[in-house]
């Protein structure tokens, strides 16, 4: 075979692995794309045991030490053939990748939003201050702190109103009864709550809450390249979530939502963004669109668009290669995916039967069990029962997978 500069390229391709901080959700896509993985992850966890996972860095929790953690996946890019490509998950990546973004670009590739606007839309504090700016689509918003100051007497919004925490914080989603917002019907209410939020010690945002369920919450899903072109879409919405309001998505569905899209468009060039980002909106009563958040970085629906046809990460793949891109049409809409165990939860919840839910989740296109990968479901299924065996050095280190 001729040593050609397409040749040379695809042997790249062969030898640069996908980088993985995050889930099978990250994986799955990548492994369906014919891609190899390394996963950045904790001991134990399902991904460990995907048929596409070939090397893994096992770390309990990013922001533990995240200088360390740089370091440790420094030392693994030294050690490939080929910089990896690297992707994250959750906003604690997320964070980790765009602070050390110039360090990590020795050894890693990768596409992420500039790093002002990643901390702008991360913080809700600085997104609030950037939807005033470009008038973005958002309700309206004000801040609260409860650690510094007594509850208001007065709040000039119109409830009922959501309040949530400025940045996801464990020590938020541990508190009991908070689940990803909690709705506040009067000032008497949010009076009465104050002592619970002040004690979690958090700077809070307080919203004009869109009507309707959450099943009204619809998105939109694009990878913008580094020319600004948009390389790929697709449009969803939230099914079901558990717990049912607030909570978090365990049943989802690609859409074909044409004023979605077209909103999606327009917001990723007014913000000049480019990677990839998930726009998350609330339909009103009228079918006006508003904005909730927007999340510039890689996240589970890239496992339900790549099964529906538009395989994000794997453009991104591509693209950070200098290869030709993969073929995109346009994602089927009714593709679904669920988060089986949760979503039986949410189901029961909602009213929803065994008899009626089962051969629906037996429907899902995009789900935890995959005939062609079944381990990483079986694993989390043996190790509800199973002690853990699981033995690594506490700062962190690299394993070749099994």
Known sequence: MKNTPAAAKTAA????????????????????????????????????????TRDAILWDDPARNPDGLVEVMMAFAKDQPEKPVLYYQDDTQLLLVSRNRDRLAEGFRFAIADAELVEDLVDKGRFQALAERLNLPVPATRRLYPTREAAPDVVDLRFPLIVKPLTRRRVWDEADGFAKAIQVDSAEELRALWPRLAAVGLDLLVQEMIPGPET??????????????????????????????????????????????????????????????????????????????????????????????VNLPALVHADQLGLPRPAVGKARAGARWCHIT??????????????????????????????????????????RFLPSRAHHDASGGAMKAQ
């Open 342 to 383: 949760k979503d039986r939860l949410a189901a029961k919840d909602s009213g929803l039967s065994m008899a009626a839910w089962l051969p629906w989740v037996l429907g899902c296109e995009a789900k935890a069990i995959a005939l062609d990968d079944p381990m990483p479901f079986l694993h989390n299924q043996l190790a």
């Open 216 to 309: 009204r919450i619809e998105s939109y899903h694009v990878y913008v390249d580094e020319g600004g072109g948009v390389a790929g879409e697709f449009t969803g919405a939230k099914i079901r979530t558990y717990p049912l309001a607030y909570g978090h998505s365990t049943a989802l569905t690609i859409t074909d939502a044409p004023d979605v899209a077209a909103l999606g468009r327009s917001l990723t060039e007014r913000l000049g963004l480019r990677g990839v980002a998930k726009f998350d909106f609330k339909r009103a009563p009228d079918g006006s669109l508003h904005l909730l958040e927007v999340n510039p970085r890689f996240n589970l629906w890239h496992h339900l668009g790549a099964v529906a046809g």
């Open 13 to 52: 391709a062969n030898a640069a692995l996908a980088c993985v901080m995050g889930d099978m959700d990250m994986v799955r896509p990548l492994g369906l794309a014919g891609l190899r993985c390394a996963v950045v992850t904790h001991p134990g966890a399902a991904a460990l045991h995907s048929r596409f």
